[in-house]
């Protein structure tokens, strides 16, 4: 899908970021036809949220399941397999050459696209060092982000602030999905890479997840609908 398809409101991805699934589905219904796309990572999902993402897809809604799969390839790819079957849109992957091989093996012939973790959001340059990385965030993010088209994921997970630069490397048939996105007034937490919705589609974002800012919100609906708002007048 190019980013002229993708409908407006789709582009905000809501973090069902919670501690049940009582708790996500009240916020769902809290948001009610304000969001159309949701993301379910590890808190929810390892607290029998997977269930979750079939009765979401059945109900019209998508789901982003974000467990940052990285193991040997046939554990991958069978377990992307398994997941196949759950009606997710994107499923997250660590960006490792042969974890994504593996990934989009065993998505293959299904409606799951894979989308692959550049470096995490809550990563700069001195933590990538403490891990023992050489390079750079941004140098690291280009070179996953080529690999990654180049082995044929459908989009690469990255931090707003580097958009630009990746739009340069995998130009607009691979979707750039980012989180560490924090509406104007709203605290930074633990991202150390971050920017407003409307910046970040004016970078050239596709898709922008947030998840504390509107799932704490005194008036979740209302939040969300402002992010659609801030979307639809950087499009412009």
Do not use: W
């Amino acid at each position: 899908m190019t980013p002229a398809e993708i409908a407006p409101k789709d582009r905000l991805i809501v973090g069902l970021d919670l501690p049940s699934v009582d708790a996500a589905e009240a916020m769902v219904a809290r948001l009610g036809d304000s969001v159309t796309f949701y993301k379910i990572g590890y808190r929810l999902a390892y607290a029998g949220g997977l269930p979750l993402v079939a009765k979401l897809a059945d109900s019209g809604k998508k789901v982003f399941l974000d467990l940052k799969l990285h193991d040997i390839g046939n554990t991958v790819m069978q377990g992307v397999q398994s997941i196949t079957r759950l009606g997710a849109t994107f499923l997250t992957v660590h960006a490792y050459p042969q974890t994504m091989k593996a990934a989009v093996e065993g998505c293959a012939g299904s409606g799951l696209k894979i989308l692959a973790v550049t470096v995490l959001t809550s990563y700069n340059d001195d933590d990538l060092h403490a891990a023992g990385y050489r390079l750079h965030v941004s140098e690291l993010v280009e070179a996953r982000a080529a690999q990654a088209q180049a082995l044929g994921v459908a989009g690469i997970v990255c931090a707003p602030e580097e958009v630009g630069n990746l739009r340069k490397v995998v130009g607009h048939q691979t979707s750039l999905v980012t989180p560490g996105i924090r509406p104007a007034g709203t605290a930074a937490g633990d991202q150390k890479r971050i920017m407003t919705p409307g910046r970040a589609i004016a970078a050239g974002a596709d898709y922008l997840v947030v998840a504390r800012p509107v799932i704490e919100a005194v008036d979740p609906k209302a939040t969300a609908e402002a992010i659609h708002a801030e979307i639809a007048q950087a499009l412009g």
